[in-house]
Every structure is written in C-alpha cells, then in structure tokens.
C-alpha cells in the first residue's frame, strides 16, 4: 500500500473527525482503524475517492466506539451528523491541529510529545530521543496526555511558543531522522508566519530554511555522514540560503530576540561563509553565548564548547567542555574532535570509539567509528 498516501490523508480525516464534534483520542483510534480496514480492503477495491472513504469508514467506527459507551451523552446528535459518502473539501486541518495538541489542560512538554506522536508520525522512541529521556518515560507521558485531553472539548487551541517547539522536533527528526518531514514542517511553519506576525515564528522559518539549503550535501551518495567543514559549499542552495537570510534580519530588526532568531543567525554564519576555514567563529560563540542565556540548555553549552575550539584554539574548547556533564549525548564525540584538533590522537581515537558505541543512530555510528579508525591507522604501533 502507499504509506505516503496515508500519511498526508492522515491529518485532514483527523481534523475533520475533530470539528464534527469528536474527541482528540478516540477521533485517533477511529482513524487508524480506518487505516487498517483500507490495508485489508484497497488492494482488492481501490475506492476512487481515498479520502472522502477514510473519512465516512472512520466517522463510523468512531460511532461504533461512541455507541458502546454509554456514558457519551451526544450519541444521538452524533449520528444525525453522519457525514455523507463522496469527495471531501480540499481542507488541511495539519496546523490547526498542531495547535489543539497544544490544549490548555496539558503541560508544554506533554502537548508537544502528543503531537509528534499523533500527528508528526514520530515513533515513542524518536519523541524519547528528541527529549533526551527513556523510551518508557516518554511512552508514559504520551500516555497521560491522552488521558487528560480524552473526553476534553478541544475548542481551546494552545499558545504560539508549543506549537514552535513542535515543529521545530518535527524539522529535526526529518531533517536527522528515520522519517522524513523536514519538508512538512517548513510547510507548515509558513503557513503559521503568514497567519501570526511573530519574530519567533520567523526565526523558525529562517532557521529550517539555511539547514535545508544544505540537505543534499550532508551525506555522500553510499548514506555516510559528510561533516560540515567537508561539504560541497557549490551545492548548497543559494536561493533557499537568502530567503532564510533575508527572514532572519527583518526578525531580529524587531529587536525581540527569541532562541529560534538566536539558532538562526549561528546558521546563517554558517551558511554565508564562503568556505570553512573563513567561518566567523567568534561571532557563532557570541550568538551561542545569547542562546545560553535564553534557554540554559546544556546541549547549547555543549555546541558552544565546539565553537569556543575553533575560535580560541582546541585547549580552551576542552577548557569549555570540561564544565559539562559527560553523559551528555555527543558529549564524547565533541571531546573526541578537540582532542584530534589539539594532537592527542590516542584520545581522540578512544573517544571516537566510545561515541560511535552511543550513537542514536546508524550512520552517525558508522561515522563516528570511521573516524577511530582513521586516527588508529595514522598512530605509531
């Protein structure tokens, strides 16, 4: 079957379940029973309106459910809005979805795990990883979340800086990802800056736009990881580069600085410098200094480490790193590169190791033990 297909009729047949009065959770169950009746029937009998029998075959199974819990006060007005069988209206309820994940009655970190898994398409583990927490963790706040909003009205949609953080993990884990929905979520980030004039929801925009232009050249044709000091700058799209560019400095012209302009500008430095040996370190530690202090993420502190190496040399880069924790993810990758900068391959080399054995996924594995094995080719034996 296409999974694309019902990937992208996912959303709208759960919106358009949610606006006919159906509650978030079981308007989710009923849909993917839908899903699963198509896998079964579509082979055989192809309908020659998806969407409009995704929707009708999901209506119905939400009535089933709706009819075998007596406590549904709406039955009966639930039924007399039965929706007919033929072509739905062109409508896409994806963003406005985004927002009633982000109800009132849930915490911003429940709100975003609950839409990444319902509507993102994330797997638990991919949420738990975006969160740096345990699979079972995150499976249990999911879990909760779907308790609160269940039986909840959902006419309160939540707040701008939610919705932002869930697109922006919806952006990382395609971009980086197993599931690719970089390109979705730039979609739907601009139509949130058409609909909402925030310096916030452009930086986002900015941000998404210079990591895309250079998509193409982060891994090389056999999948391998390609650094971002080792990309073919020639290939990165330029249009795409001065869109994002020309975002940013309206946003940050507004003087309302958010972590989303603060990631932005340190990609933009990225992006406009001709080649890596004339990057603006300096500047990328003052935009990372900025973002430390809006957001006191460790993870922040960690790439700033990086950038302090290669502004003021390895040793005040490992000066730098040895003020975090070690357990923090790529903690030992970091470590391992300012070591290789500073001379100490047999470090280096050991620290490759250790990370490539931490490494969330498969090619940064393959990456990272490329590079132990390099340096443990070039050491004296």
């Known amino acids: 079957m296409n999974e694309a297909l019902f990937r992208s009729l996912t959303p709208d047949v759960l919106g358009i379940l949610v606006r006919r009065g159906a509650d978030f959770a079981a308007a989710e169950d009923a849909v993917q029973e839908a899903l699963i009746e198509a896998i079964r029937l579509w082979p055989a009998d192809p309908p020659q309106d998806p969407k409009g029998w995704l929707i009708t075959v999901a209506w119905r199974k939400f009535l089933d459910a709706t009819r075998a819990d007596t406590a549904r006060r709406r039955r009966e ?213 900025e973002l430390a202090l809006l957001t006191d993420s460790p993870i922040v502190r960690l790439n700033r480490a990086v950038a302090v190496g290669e502004a003021d040399g390895p040793r005040a880069g490992l000066a730098a790193l040895a003020a975090l924790d070690d357990s923090l993810p790529r903690h030992a990758a970091v470590a391992a590169y300012l070591h290789e900068r500073d001379g100490d391959l047999a470090t280096a080399a050991r620290l490759y190791a250790e990370a490539a054995r931490k490494a969330p996924n498969l090619a940064e594995r393959n990456h990272l033990t490329r590079q132990a094995a390099r340096l443990n080719a070039r050491r004296p034996h």
């Open 77 to 289: 007005d639930l039924l007399d809005e039965e929706p007919a069988p033929g072509p739905a209206p062109a409508v896409d309820d994806t963003l406005w979805l985004y927002f009633l994940c982000a109800h009132p009655s849930l915490t911003p970190s429940s709100a975003v795990a609950l839409t990444l898994r319902a509507i993102g398409g994330l797997t638990t583990r991919q949420i738990a990883q975006a969160y740096l927490v345990p699979e079972a963790t995150m499976a249990q706040r999911i879990s909760r979340a779907k308790r609160t909003v269940s039986g909840v009205r959902l006419d309160r949609p939540g707040d701008v800086a939610t919705v932002l953080r869930v697109l922006y993990l919806v952006f990382n884990e395609g971009y980086s990802g197993d599931v690719d929905l970089a390109a979705e979520a730039i979609r739907l980030t601009r139509q949130l800056a058409a609909a909402i004039d925030h310096p916030e929801v452009a930086g986002l925009l900015a941000l998404m736009l210079l990591h895309h232009a250079r998509r193409a050249t982060r891994t090389a044709p056999d999948g391998s990881l390609v650094p971002l000091a080792e990309q073919d700058r020639a290939r990165w799209d330029t249009r795409m580069i001065a869109e994002g560019i020309e975002i940013l400095q309206a946003a940050l012209a507004r003087d309302r600085l958010g972590e989303f302009q603060a990631q932005a500008a340190i990609a933009a430095l990225h992006a406009d410098a001709p080649t890596a040996e004339e990057t603006d370190w300096v500047q990328i530690v003052e935009w990372y200094d």
